[in-house]
């Protein structure tokens, strides 16, 4: 690519007919045509006032005009401020008033849970709200025509390969806060994660989770910045992904651990109708990656299966590949390039090896701030390291294992338990279809163990046999001192866990919170 070339318009003139981005449905764009469509889209988010530092959010499940508004967005160097599309109400009200989002870009069926919090949004009048894969409803304009009606010409020059970012994360505590990187990625991390994940141009990346996840969106991206072809699932299926692989020789994706456990659930003869061989990268992260789900993914996708351990604030910061990762099942790997770790007690001193401590990073990956809230990001910063709260040991050899979130750890009659460790346990178990440990209100302890389990279908288990298996594989203290069953789990789109959730129903009435 020439120098002063955008990165995207360097595809479209060396490769303008190469797929770019094809959705499951059939319909795709070449390099040519997603640069024509991206400026159109900076051109027409121009006319509207939107220039550099200004933010936009949009909530939309993953699409191909996502990869348009996308790149138009990062030309502009305006900030990419993904929305769950889970949120309603209130919860979206405080997005938008916190981020102070100047443009508002939604998919045709999320208009109206928008429409419902605007009585919320402050200066709703002053924003522009703009509807895109269908008719615009009152109050909307249609990004479609705005954008079809702009020009296509190139902007003024833009090398920077990646655009700003403001992910808002889950809010474990309080409201989200947004991870705000005014910088986007850096082009060093970049070349980083394409040498660590064996990644190239040739790939054909499957975009499977949510997109407002920076996960997902950064691996899709990455590969649009190689000039590689993205397969976009509009929302997630087991069955559908692994079709999608099978008929687009997919390379590469990321997926958090429920996606891929998800897959290889799957009845035998349903795997067995797909050729997933030309599988080379399986990246997973986002959440605990069981032992025997990694064993499991192995014996299915081959040895294509990398794991790392980050956090939308922090980036990667550890990461064990394909001919590692079942020597050492129970690690996250060890720190990846450019990455240091200190594993620190309460009293910011550091510990022993093998003993559990506060994760801290520092890297040039880490986010720039929490968009208006200093104080929760000097909170989480210490001497140039970040945390966000995960406690993690660290064996001889320089391998990390995640314990817990310390928000998650339970504290019983004063001694730390780690849910992850007795979640694995249950696991194991052959009934055992999805489970959460967590601790409830307990006079004498402060707080016992819990575990909550779902049964896979067809099978039975109760509650005396899941406490003997973990008594038999865990210390007295960890096993549980009870059991409930669910027939469902309050997880994102992306598989994660709200145990936040869980935890309320049994906190409620307690008058306290820990």
């Not at 794991?307 to 939308?312: K, L, N, R, S």
Request: aromatic share 8%; with cysteine.
């Amino acid at each position: 690519m020439m120098p002063g070339t955008d990165i995207l318009a360097g595809h479209a003139a060396q490769q303008p007919d190469k797929v770019a981005a094809v959705d499951e449905d059939g319909h795709s764009l070449t390099y040519a045509e997603l640069n024509r469509r991206a400026n159109r889209a900076y051109w027409a988010l121009h006319a509207l006032g939107m220039r550099r530092g200004d933010r936009c959010v949009h909530m939309s499940h993953n699409s191909l005009e996502g990869f348009e508004i996308g790149h138009a967005l990062r030309k502009t160097q305006a900030v990419s401020t993904p929305m769950n599309w889970r949120l309603r109400g209130k919860e979206i009200a405080y997005l938008l008033n916190d981020s102070g989002a100047s443009v508002v870009v939604a998919g045709h069926d999320f208009t109206a849970v928008i429409d419902e919090a605007r009585p919320m949004v402050e200066d709703a009048a002053g924003r522009r709200w703009l509807c895109h894969g269908g008719a615009a409803p009152a109050g909307w304009q249609s990004y479609e025509a705005l954008r079809d009606a702009a020009g296509e010409q190139e902007p003024p020059p833009n090398e920077q390969v990646s655009g700003p970012t403001m992910v808002y994360t889950a809010g474990t505590t309080g409201n989200p806060k947004g991870a705000y990187r005014p910088d986007g990625v850096l082009l060093g991390t970049i070349l980083q994660f394409i040498q660590a994940f064996k990644l190239g141009s040739s790939d054909v990346h499957l975009l499977a989770g949510p997109g407002y996840h920076s996960a997902p969106a950064a691996f899709s991206g990455l590969q649009s910045i190689m000039g590689a072809t993205c397969v976009v699932m509009h929302r997630f299926d087991p069955e559908r992904a692994i079709q999608l692989i099978a008929e687009h020789g997919v390379t590469s994706t990321f997926m958090a651990p429920t996606l891929v456990k998800r897959i290889v659930d799957l009845p035998e003869q349903v795997r067995a109708k797909y050729d997933v061989s030309s599988m080379r990268a399986l990246i997973v992260a986002a959440a605990p990656f069981p032992a025997d789900i990694k064993q499991r993914a192995v014996e299915y996708f081959g040895d294509s299966v990398y794991e790392f351990y980050g956090a939308t604030e922090t980036g990667i910061v550890t990461v064990i590949g394909p001919d590692e990762l079942l020597e050492h099942p129970q690690s996250c790997g060890r720190a990846f390039e450019g990455v240091e770790i200190r594993l620190l007690d309460d009293d910011g001193d550091d510990v022993p090896e093998g003993e559990p401590g506060e994760l801290w990073s520092r890297s040039q990956q880490l986010l720039g701030e929490y968009y208006n809230k200093p104080e929760a990001t000097q909170k989480n910063s210490r001497d140039g390291f970040f945390t966000v709260g995960d406690i993690a040991y660290r064996d001889a050899a320089g391998y990390y294992y995640i314990c817990d979130r310390k928000i998650d750890m339970i504290i019983s009659g004063g001694v730390n338990i780690y849910p992850a460790e007795i979640e694995a346990v249950l696991l194991t178990h052959p009934a055992v279809e999805d489970c959460a440990v967590l601790g409830v209100p307990d006079e004498e302890w402060g707080e016992v163990v819990k575990a909550v389990v779902r049964v896979r279908d067809g099978h039975s288990v109760g509650a005396d046999e899941l406490i003997a298996l973990c008594a038999a594989n865990l210390a007295g203290y960890k096993r549980p001192r009870s059991v409930d069953f669910v027939e469902d789990f309050p997880r994102d789109a992306a598989g994660k866990l709200i145990k936040r959730q869980l935890r309320d129903r049994y906190w409620a009435a307690a008058g306290r919170r820990v």
